[in-house]
């Protein structure tokens, strides 16, 4: 088992050796980042303000809190009703260090996994950058009909002026306090969420609100999601959808997944009724070869993998369909907020 496995692990299974190992340089971690957040807050660093508002979906979690599908639906939400927004990201993954404004022929390797997935299924313009300042300006020259622009994370991205905050937190994480990095899964204390100006549970409801609020304070907006997966389709042909009961007896079927939580995957999987002959977790953001996938007949993938496989990949390959749906109106609360 690799050491970012064994520490991932560890936060969710605390082992006593390693809390004492890492509680020392939990706190180090924790004085530089509280550090970097006043010297942006008084202004002895700059943040770059954009004339247009901007909207941060961001996590205090290392990875897998479900914020990018949280993020893609805010965004078909928003532009359904009337809305021109935008999507800037990081681009986290890409081999280049370039600017990008999407198209349709950009690639992962340009854009990185999660922006191309957003770009396919929102349908809004997405630019990347490391500066993400510097990414939105490159959008709006492109598309000046934008009045919105969404940052898919930042939240520590401080350069970046924000209108608004949402910060995205897991439910499974509510019913208790998790350390900073290494020791925890955090970039940031706790005590960031009540900063924020809206806080969505994801994958939970109401009661997970109450858990929390006992542990850290909490933003009033409260907002949470739940996720919806739809039937396997055919890569390269979203028509055609898949059953258990269109699998004939005696065939291998496999999954493989380069997420954060690649279980949750397996696990909608064999909910779906799908059993798996194997199922392979490679490590987050990973590339994806085609010829390297299991040896089966029937072969599921992720949509965040689906976007980095080639036009012309094989047959075999089906893609899950995932997405968030959130109550109450996430976007109807950013439009009042921001008077849009």
């Known amino acids: 088992m690799s050491l970012q496995r064994i520490i991932e692990r560890h936060w969710q299974q605390p082992n006593l050796l390693l809390t004492i190992l890492l509680y020392g340089?939990?706190?180090?971690?924790q004085a530089a980042v509280s550090l970097r957040r006043r010297l942006y807050l008084s202004g002895c660093l700059k943040s770059e303000k954009l004339?247009?508002?901007?909207?941060?979906?961001?996590?205090?979690?290392?990875?897998?809190?479900?914020?990018?599908?949280?993020?893609?639906?805010?965004?078909?939400?928003?532009?359904?009703?009337?809305?021109?927004?935008?999507?800037?990201?990081?681009?986290?993954?890409?081999?280049?260090?370039?600017?990008?404004?999407?198209?349709?022929?950009?690639?992962?390797?340009?854009?990185?996994?999660?922006?191309?997935?957003?770009?396919?299924?929102?349908?809004?313009?997405?630019?990347?950058?490391?500066?993400?300042?510097?990414?939105?300006r490159a959008l709006m020259a492109v598309h000046p009909e934008l009045t919105l622009l969404v940052c898919d994370d930042g939240l520590q991205h401080y350069r970046l002026a924000r209108d608004l905050e949402i910060v995205v937190y897991p439910a499974a994480d509510a019913?208790?306090?998790?350390?900073?990095?290494?020791?925890?899964?955090?970039?940031?204390?706790?005590?960031?969420?009540?900063a924020a100006d809206?806080?969505?549970?994801?994958?939970?409801?109401?009661?997970?609100?109450?858990?929390?609020?006992?542990?850290?304070?909490?933003?009033?907006?409260?907002?949470?999601?739940?996720?919806?997966?739809?039937?396997?389709?055919?890569?390269?042909?979203?028509?055609?959808?898949?059953?258990?009961?269109?699998?004939?007896?005696?065939?291998?079927?496999?999954?493989?997944?380069a997420i954060a939580r690649p279980e949750r995957f397996f696990h909608e999987l064999a909910q779906q009724?799908?059993?798996l002959d194997s199922a392979t977790a490679l490590p987050d953001h990973a590339a994806i070869d085609p010829a390297k996938l299991p040896a089966a007949d029937y072969v599921f993938i992720t949509e965040k993998d689906a976007v980095k496989l080639p036009p012309a990949a094989a047959g075999n390959i089906w893609v899950l369909p995932v997405c968030a749906i959130i109550a109450p109106d996430l976007a109807a609360f950013v439009r009042a907020r921001l008077k849009l």
């Open 25 to 29: 340089f939990s706190r180090l971690f």
């Open 51 to 136: 004339p247009l508002p901007v909207v941060v979906v961001g996590n205090l979690h290392s990875g897998g809190t479900g914020k990018t599908p949280v993020t893609a639906a805010l965004v078909r939400e928003l532009r359904r009703q009337g809305v021109a927004a935008g999507i800037v990201s990081r681009g986290y993954g890409r081999r280049s260090g370039d600017i990008h404004v999407l198209n349709d022929s950009s690639s992962a390797d340009q854009a990185g996994d999660e922006p191309l997935m957003l770009y396919r299924q929102t349908g809004a313009p997405v630019a990347v950058g490391t500066d993400r300042a510097a990414a939105a």
């Open 175 to 194: 019913g208790r306090r998790p350390d900073l990095l290494p020791n925890g899964s955090l970039r940031e204390p706790l005590a960031r969420l009540a």
């Open 198 to 257: 809206a806080v969505l549970f994801s994958n939970g409801g109401t009661d997970t609100a109450r858990s929390a609020e006992k542990l850290f304070r909490l933003p009033a907006a409260r907002f949470y999601s739940r996720t919806a997966a739809g039937r396997p389709y055919r890569f390269g042909r979203p028509a055609e959808t898949l059953s258990p009961a269109d699998i004939p007896a005696g065939t291998r079927c496999a999954a493989a997944a």
């Open 273 to 275: 009724g799908f059993c």
